[in-house]
């Protein structure tokens, strides 16, 4: 075989000793100075065999759960002495797969030939951060917030619907203790809607965002117009980001008690 076939054929032996947790297989044509840099912690990477090895058994752990790891695409550059090759993985559960079909665990692999035979010195495994930045995300809450402020200028209801969560809970300032589930939420909006017999504006001069992961708060002062009648609430607004787009799940909303 050429080089690049000997190594294509060791790395598809690894994946495969990978996927059915063979330690032993895993561990084989692998350097004792070996470096992996992995999708875990330790940030210096994992460095000597040793410790390379004590990274196996819990993720045989969590494969056990029905997770694949298999190769999609590989590429084999092989000089004298010295070889990489880059792949691409599905790696994941079925529901993590499902959900994101198009994910992949990226692998670099670096060869030295030792007395005539490949060994792998340098494993580098990372999936792509799918994230947004902050600033990006609390710009889009804004931008909600801007589309729940127009489309109450246009008594849309619709639009009042726009990414507000199916199970969404809403603390609301009259009524009932709270207010559970969208279309509950959406009859309450109408009745708001129909309140007024002409325009109705609502914005929150102040609105604060703070993001943090998948989640986010907002909070501000409401003011609503109607009828040329200005009224000033309090309100809360919790976001969680569902299949990378941003939804309310919880919204608090209160006047003060009066004093006295």
């Not at 996927?19 to 990477?45: C, K, N, Q, W, Y």
């Not at 790696?91 to 792998?120: H, M, S, Y």
């Not at 009042?160 to 509950?184: C, F, H, K, R, W």
Request: with cysteine; hydrophobic share 40%; charged share 25%.
């Amino acid at each position: 075989m050429t080089d690049e076939e000997q190594i294509t054929a060791l790395i598809k032996n690894w994946t495969t000793a990978v996927h059915t947790g063979d330690l032993a297989a895993v561990l084989a044509d692998h350097s004792p100075d070996i470096v992996m840099f992995d999708v875990p912690p330790p940030e210096r990477g994992v460095r000597g065999l040793d410790e390379y090895r004590e990274t196996w058994p819990p993720f045989f752990q969590w494969q056990a759960s029905g997770a694949v790891f298999e190769v999609v695409s590989l590429e084999v550059t092989a000089g004298t002495d010295v070889a990489f090759a880059v792949a691409l993985l599905r790696c994941g559960t079925a529901a993590e797969l499902e959900q994101d079909p198009e994910a992949r665990l990226r692998l670099t692999i670096g060869f030295r030939k030792n007395d005539g035979r490949w060994q792998v010195t340098h494993e580098h495994h990372s999936f792509t951060d799918k994230s947004s930045p902050p600033e990006n995300s609390e710009a889009e809450i804004r931008s909600l917030h801007q589309g729940w402020f127009d489309g109450t200028t246009r008594s849309d209801l619709d639009a009042l619907m726009t990414n507000v969560a199916p199970d969404v809970v809403s603390y609301e300032q009259s009524g009932q203790l709270q207010v559970v589930g969208i279309d509950d939420v959406r009859e309450r909006c109408r009745v708001g809607l129909d309140s007024s017999s002409g325009r109705i504006d609502f914005d929150i001069p102040e609105l604060a965002v703070r993001v943090s992961g998948d989640l986010a708060v907002a909070w501000g002062l409401d003011r609503i117009v109607a009828d040329g009648e200005e009224s000033i609430s309090r309100g809360t607004r919790v976001f969680e980001k569902r299949d990378g787009e941003w939804f309310m799940i919880h919204q608090h909303l209160s006047f003060p008690l009066a004093e006295g």
